[in-house]
T-cell receptor, first 112, second 112 residues
Framework: SQQGEEDPQALSIQEGENATMNCSYKTSINNLQWYRQNSGRGLVHLIL?????REKHSGRLRVTLDTSKKSSSLLITASRAADTASYFCATGRIQGAQKLVFGQGTRLTINP | DGGITQSPKYLFRKEGQNVTLSCEQN?????MYWYRQDPGQGLRLIYYSQIVNDFQKGDIAEGYSVSREKKESFPLTVTSAQKNPTAFYLCASSIRHNYGYTFGSGTRLTVV
């Protein structure tokens, strides 16, 4: 059962532009996390935002969370070729099984 | 350096064979997880363990088995009952629920 749904499924932009990816979810959450996956590799944890937070920054990453709309966005500023990867959101639920549930991911391509 | 190690990187299985994928972590994390990823898809949870000698089924546990005899180790066996095992398998660990996950580099399993 997939909780998060990323939008768009694929995004292609020019190097230097900003990239925005969105995530929607269905149930109440404790936190929402974003991960990056380079092709054929494991996932790398980028940032975690808790349900009582609205915005969080880490370097060129900015994450927002709107619990009333059950949605989050990940903004990557001044994109670089090395940012080419798939990006996944994952939600930690308040109740139920103690596990993260991942979305389908957004495939981001940065063109030089 | 602390981390999580999966082996082998590539694994080939004949029809009717059981195979075991290794996952070891030296992060002193309590929780460990196994996910399956099919091409272009998100992650689906197979099994997870919050503590030694205890584990729970995830969303797609049929045809798989696990053990958690040591805190550091969480091996996954893909049995002959799993009819479509060809996939990318990812192991992860976390200090506890609702914290970020650390992923291994994955095992690509192919049925020949």
């Amino acid at each position: 059962s997939q909780q998060g749904e990323e939008d768009p499924q694929a995004l292609s932009i020019q190097e230097g532009e900003n990239a925005t990816m969105n995530c929607s979810y269905k149930t109440s959450i404790n936190n929402l996390q974003w991960y990056r996956q380079n092709s054929g590799r494991g996932l790398v944890h980028l940032i975690l935002i808790r349900s009582n937070e609205r915005e969080k920054h880490s370097g060129r990453l900015r994450v927002t969370l709107d619990t009333s709309k059950k949605s989050s966005s990940l903004l990557i500023t001044a994109s670089r070729a090395a940012d080419t990867a798939s990006y996944f959101c994952a939600t930690g639920r308040i109740q139920g099984a103690q596990k993260l549930v991942f979305g389908q991911g957004t495939r981001l391509t940065i063109n030089p | 350096d602390g981390g999580i190690t999966q082996s082998p990187k590539y694994l080939f299985r004949k029809e009717g064979q059981n195979v075991t994928l290794s996952c070891e972590q030296n992060l002193n994390h309590d929780a460990m997880y196994w996910y399956r990823q099919d091409p272009g898809q998100g992650l689906r949870l197979i099994y997870y363990s919050q503590i030694v000698n205890d584990f729970q089924k995830g969303d797609i546990a049929e045809g798989y088995s696990v053990s958690r005899e040591k805190k550091e180790s969480f091996p996954l066996t893909v049995t002959s009952a799993q009819k479509n095992p060809t996939a990318f398998y990812l192991c992860a660990s976390s200090i506890r629920h609702n914290y970020g996950y650390t992923f291994g580099s994955g095992t690509r399993l192919t049925v020949v």
